[in-house]
């Protein structure tokens, strides 16, 4: 199978796709520059004859120009589908590209800010001080308010989101999350639909009495979801986490905080701060709602980075001479 043989089985096999599997012209397209890119890096090979160490080769290649894992995972996914059909064509059992997998992705660590950057994020700035301000600019009640709980509870923008004030079941509506202020809790639906309850700070809970005080009530005959949201925009309709997203970045960016904040920051840092205090780990897994400590496991890694960092200053052996 020459170059030209090798383009007009590959271009048989976009067209199984095509007609055979209904998948999308943009799929097809990316799956012919994958497998465009495989025909460049066998040369005048013939497609059919590559071997499994070949194919490791390849991989290895497009690792070393840098290639995101997961680009190169997408790749060999197709490579391996096209092989797969070739077999079939062909009566052939081989599939030089099962049994390889991409390089593993580095573990990025999640970002998250110091205390005193965290701390002046959701206490300065977000609330008006003068009662009379209250009734021009509720907004800033209302970002306090969300920013503090954040950052108290961990939560994630979703669950802010879905807080009510209290806990309602109703004719085709039932409360997916809501606070209790006697208690000083929040109880939440995480992902796969699994319920925590967390403890929230007292810097918090006096902010969202100060947002409660001034929140506009919407219409009554407005849906339920938005009369109940603990959350309200502008339009007294329940908030989106988008417009918690925008709110967050430009009162960070009022600050000068020089960090991309977004509220996946703020649960970070708590996920950080509370290791760094406590070291218990399986009560910030708990808080946090993953279901393996794996997952909490990571902001170990981001203290002892920060430890790291301390000690690389301040030690004096190990200053770079």
Avoid at 44 to 58: E, G, K, P
Avoid at 59 to 72: C, T
């Amino acid at each position: 199978m020459n170059q030209v043989a090798n383009q007009n089985a590959i271009d048989r096999y976009l067209d199984s796709l095509l007609t055979q599997r209904k998948l999308s012209p943009h799929t097809i397209a990316g799956y012919s520059s994958d497998l465009i890119q495989l025909a460049a890096l066998a040369g005048t090979a013939d497609l059919a004859s590559v071997t499994h160490f070949q194919i490791r080769q390849f991989a290895s290649k497009l690792h070393a120009k840098d290639l995101h894992a997961r680009s190169i995972s997408r790749k060999l996914s197709a490579w391996r589908g096209f092989y797969q059909w070739l077999a079939e064509q062909s009566n052939t059992v081989a599939n030089p590209v099962d049994g390889i997998k991409a390089p593993r992705r580095a573990a990025t660590l999640p970002k998250a800010l110091s205390v005193d950057d965290a701390v002046r994020l959701v206490a300065s700035g977000t609330a008006p001080t003068l009662p009379d301000e209250a009734e021009s600019n509720p907004i800033a009640f209302c970002n306090r308010a969300m920013f503090e709980l954040l950052y108290s509870s961990g939560l994630r923008v979703s669950e802010l989101v879905a807080l009510d004030i209290r806990y309602s079941r109703l004719p085709g509506y039932v409360s997916q999350g809501w606070i209790d202020m006697e208690a000083q809790e929040v109880t939440v639906t995480g992902k796969g639909s699994k319920m925590r309850t967390v403890p929230v700070g007292m810097q918090a809970v006096a902010a969202i009495k100060a947002w409660l005080d001034v929140r506009e009530q919407p219409e009554e005959n407005a849906d339920v979801q938005h009369r109940l949201a603990l959350f309200v925009g502008v339009r007294k309709k329940r908030i989106t986490p988008r417009a918690i997203q925008l709110r967050l970045k430009a009162h960070a960016q009022a600050l000068g905080i020089p960090v991309n904040v977004h509220p996946h920051v703020l649960r970070h840092s708590f996920a950080s701060h509370m290791l760094q205090s406590s070291g218990d780990l399986r009560a910030v897994q708990e808080m946090l709602g993953h279901s393996s400590i794996a997952s909490t496991q990571v902001y170990t890694a981001l203290d002892f980075q920060h430890l790291a960092q301390v000690y690389d200053t301040a030690h004096p052996r190990a200053k770079k001479k």
